[in-house]
């Protein structure tokens, strides 16, 4: 979503802005600008590519600075709509959204001030500066103000003639940078690797003033507070793209080492542990009856997977719940269910908010799946698992949802062994294939070549169907979802056992129909549901075994992956769709790390 980057310090911050925005582009955004003190107020904003804003900034010079990418929530992409906003020698960057400004906005206009945008941002502009009438401290006329404020934000703010950058936050992320000539505030750590490693993370509520020699934070409660540094593992690399065109390509090849990674935990064990997701798991896990999965979009699809290997191998019932639907019904709370919230970026507003729901309704059992590790969801679980999966730019998840799989299979097998269900046997045969999947994800992407020539017979399509059954269902999900992504083709995923309950009637010559067809207990089904759209005219693209019984002919195209992997098989058959949703995007011409309307990190609702 929006980005934020502040800075103060001895040095000229003016390239520390602009790196620091361009560093957050991933994350989606259609408008950016800056607000530079010198001592006076400078502002500088533009619609489109940072790079604009970076022209514009070139030969400005200033110690103190806030910056911002703008994701259109109130009001059309424009420069009047865009960050920073200000009233009066004060500028404001935020991210979030404020529920309430319409009615602030009345009473700031019932006080005389005018607006100038159609954002909710500009009302927290001119409510500090009303604040300031009567507290004339920048720090606490902040605090004040987002006392006020009902939502999400995170928001920066500087004064002309101040020399303090005062930040806070309420439910969307910010960390500070702790640099060795000033200080520094991000709504990603990537922004800041340029200048420091040193983070501190912080909480919801608190506010921080920032000078170039000193740091002060308070809490919620409205007194001083000490937050841990944190030194960040991420590199100037890791967000690289070296030797890749885009970084959805980037982060596509990377999963088997994305994998590895995630594995490294078991690559000498004997046996599956429950303190892999925490040192109170043992406890925690014991006694599990059931297991809710909360997550949205990409995240959604791998608890869906879940769902199929928990209930098989441990025998427990399981649901998967969209998060921003659950927390909206009168759902029936039950303190022995396993919650566990699965998110790339551990800030997602619907499924922070339904976990929070989930524990107020005394379901404490709770566990994150991410691979941001001081992540608000992870903060808020009791119980977690990193997926070390590293930074995933391009929006179009990859790389963070076979990471994903894995710590899920990970979690099926130890609820199972918990449970008593998993004999030794089965237990080193499932941990043998864990081991061995980043070996099986690599053979799958030598299959580039072929897949990027069946990319050219989607480039003039404009619907496609993508077929699964058993646990490849979901996967036909993600693949429909990767495809109208990032290349602007209607798409849907379905089990093929529905087509003649609707979807057939769709099909013709003029829409493509993939299927996963894996050589399992209901490969023989999915053979008559292919019948059924060659007997219509469809065209078929079949994802197969090296050993499904599936043959080619006129309208039917197959490819075959490498080797056939079990209940793991989900994790194999995902790629060839990222490269085929990748490639025909490339035929197409789209923006394919940002497609347009998306973000990277939702962080509001």
């Known amino acids: 979503m929006c980005g934020i980057v502040a800075a103060v310090a001895a040095r000229n911050v003016v390239p520390v802005l602009v790196e620091g925005l361009m560093r957050l582009e991933y994350r989606g955004y259609d408008s950016a600008g800056l ?55 004060l500028a404001v960057v935020h991210n979030g959204i404020i529920e309430n400004y319409a009615e602030l906005k009345q009473e700031l206009l019932a006080a005389g001030y005018q607006f100038s945008s159609d954002t909710d941002t500009e009302v927290i502009a001119h409510l500090m500066q009303h604040t300031l009438k009567t507290v004339p401290d920048l720090f ?47 709504s990603d750590a990537s922004a800041l690797l340029q200048v420091t490693r040193r983070m501190v993370y912080l909480e919801d509520g608190d506010v921080a003033e920032l000078r170039r020699d000193a740091l002060r934070i308070v809490g919620a409660g409205g007194t001083a507070i000490e937050r841990a540094v944190h030194e960040s593992t991420l590199s100037a690399d890791d967000v690289e793209l070296g030797e890749y065109t885009h970084y959805m390509q980037k982060e596509i090849f990377e999963q088997p080492q994305a994998l590895a990674a995630t594995l490294e935990l078991i690559g000498g064990a004997q046996a ?56 909206y019904r009168a759902s029936v709370a039950n303190p022995e269910q396993l919650v566990v919230a699965i998110s790339q970026s551990g800030e997602t507003a619907d499924t922070l908010a339904s976990i929070k729901h989930a524990k107020a309704q005394g379901m404490g059992r709770t566990l994150a799946i991410c691979n941001v590790p001081e992540s608000a969801i992870v903060r808020e679980c009791a119980l977690r698992f990193l997926t070390r999966a590293g930074p995933e730019i391009g929006v179009a998840s990859t790389k963070a949802f076979t990471t994903q799989l894995a710590a899920l299979f990970l979690l099926a097998v130890t609820l199972a062994k918990q449970a008593g269900r998993l004999s030794a046997e089965a237990e080193a045969g499932h941990l043998a294939a864990l081991r061995h999947l980043p070996v099986a994800v690599q053979k799958v992407l030598a299959l ?56 057939l009637a769709l099909v013709d010559k003029t829409m ?94």
């Open 140 to 186: 606490e006329a902040v605090r004040l103000t987002t006392q006020r404020l009902v939502g999400a934000y995170a928001i920066a703010v500087l004064r002309e003639w101040d020399e303090t950058l005062v930040v806070a936050r309420h439910g969307a992320p910010l960390l500070l940078g702790l640099g060795e000539d000033g200080h520094y505030a991000a």
């Open 512 to 605: 493509p129909v993939i299927s996963i067809a894996p050589n399992d207990a209901l490969l023989e089904k999915l053979k008559s549901n292919l019948k059924e759209v060659a007997a219509r005219g469809g065209e078929l693209n079949v994802f197969a075994d090296a050993d499904s019984a599936v043959d080619e002919e006129a309208g039917v195209h197959i490819l075959r992956l490498p080797e056939h992997y079990g209940l793991l098989s989900p994790v194999l058959h995902v790629v060839p769709l990222q490269l085929l949703s990748y490639h025909a995007a490339l035929v197409k011409g789209t923006d394919v790390d940002k497609p347009r309307n998306l973000a990277k990190s939702v962080t509001v609702e």
């Open 272 to 327: 599956v542990s429950p303190n892999l997701f925490g040192v109170a798991a043992p406890e925690m896990l014991s006694g599990v009856r059931s297991v809710l999965i909360l997550a949205c979009g990409t995240s959604f699809h791998a608890g869906l997977v879940a769902r199929y290997w928990i209930e098989q191998l441990a025998g427990v019932p399981c649901s998967v719940e969209i998060a921003s639907e659950y927390r």
């Open 35 to 89: 607000a530079l003190l010198n001592p006076t107020l400078t502002r500088l904003r533009s619609v489109g590519r940072v790079a604009e804003l970076a022209a514009q900034a070139e030969g400005q010079v200033a110690h103190h600075g806030i910056a911002h990418t703008r994701w259109a929530t109130h009001g059309v992409p424009s420069e009047r709509n865009a960050h920073p906003h200000v009233s009066a020698g």
């Open 448 to 503: 580039e070549p072929e897949i990027t020539a069946w990319a050219g017979r989607f480039a003039d399509k404009q619907h496609a169907l993508f077929l699964g059954r058993g646990h490849h269902y979901p996967i036909a999900l993600e693949g429909a979802l990767k495809l109208k992504e990032i290349s602007y083709i209607h798409a849907e995923g379905y089990p093929a056992g529905e087509l003649k309950h609707g979807p």
